[in-house]
């Protein structure tokens, strides 16, 4: 018996494929989409199909961007000796909200992750590596996330660039801003701890 | 700066709107998105724009069809004397799994949530006590969430029936088969110890 209406069938396939969508969800965002205003589905449909119109890579740093070169890489106030080394192009907004950054960027567009098959060479190592060749590069800041797929590939980097004269940084580990110490998990409090700082 | 091509900007502000989804369940469908094959999301897109096609409401009980009656009431072998009054469709798709059930479903289209701005007459309960008022129906199965919207909502409909001589039950509350007793909650157990059953 054909209990679901083959349309609502293929939304929910569909919604299945994306990162974190279980059978649940993907249900329960289909009613939602089927018993809401179908003028605002339709919107959200067409922005997925129209999502890839006029998105391109930066051909310096790779984040997504409308012209050829980003909004920062083509900016005429940055600090031009410094890159810092993001997982996503999300990872530079984060950043440039801290305002504490006026250096570039460069996205490898994901970590290196031997189980689900990501190797350094599906990620924009070799293009870094390429633009520290380039020279002008004084400072590298490893800044990726502080988990064990982004310490690994920043380590990774920083054994790719031998003995370069290029200072090599990462983000500092410890206490979040805010957190309370009786919460904070024994290996960022042990971070914490090596990493502190005189006052 | 603009930071964000404003293609991506849009799917994001779409996707927020979803249930469950934040701004940062946004940015990584987004990436995902833009990351992954692009007839991928236009495939999605699709799915969404076309998922209001062919999909209307069953006359009768009012969950999803895409005839005027639904497969399961224009079909000819189910008993007709019991309603299971669920609140979504897809409530349909669980007791029919059971393979216990073979009676008639009314879907209420939600509960009431009175914070929510949901009262009984943006469900489907006046259409089911003119259903119940057109004779015919010896059970009335109140399948409704076990949460307290769910409940309040089967009690409602209990009070408008009034003395009338139609039977109405509801799911047994208790244990779930596979459970463990030591990690069930309070309530539920209260519920189980209740209406324990004799042997």
Redesign the interface.
């Known amino acids: 018996?054909?209990?679901?209406?083959?349309?609502?069938e293929?939304?929910i396939?569909?919604?299945e494929?994306?990162?974190?969508v279980g059978p649940r969800?993907a249900?329960?965002?289909?009613?939602?989409?089927?018993?809401g205003d179908?003028t605002?589905?339709?919107?959200?449909?067409?922005?997925?199909?129209?999502?890839?119109?006029?998105?391109r890579s930066c051909k310096l740093c790779h984040?997504?961007?409308?012209d050829e070169l980003?909004?920062?890489c083509s900016?005429e106030d940055r600090t031009t000796n410094t890159i810092a080394v993001v997982e996503?192009?999300?990872d530079?907004?984060a950043l440039?909200k801290t305002g504490r950054y006026h250096g570039l960027y460069h996205v490898l567009?994901g970590v290196m992750s031997p189980l689900d098959g990501v190797g350094a060479d599906k990620l924009q190592i070799n293009s870094l590596l390429e633009r520290l060749r380039g020279g002008g590069i004084d400072e590298l800041i490893l800044a990726t996330n502080p988990t064990v797929e982004g310490e690994s590939t920043g380590l990774y980097i920083r054994q790719e660039l031998g003995n370069s004269p290029i200072k090599i940084t990462r983000l500092a580990r410890g206490l979040p801003v805010g957190g309370d110490l009786e919460y904070a998990d024994h290996i960022t409090l042990g971070r914490a701890l090596d990493g502190r700082e005189s006052l």
């Open positions: 018996m054909n209990l679901i209406p083959s349309s609502v293929r939304l396939e569909e919604l494929r994306l990162p974190g969800t249900e329960r965002l289909a009613i939602h989409l089927l018993k179908q605002r589905a339709e919107a959200l449909g067409r922005a997925i199909i129209d999502l890839h119109e006029g998105v984040t997504f961007s409308e980003c909004a920062i900016a996503e192009p999300f530079i907004v440039e567009g």
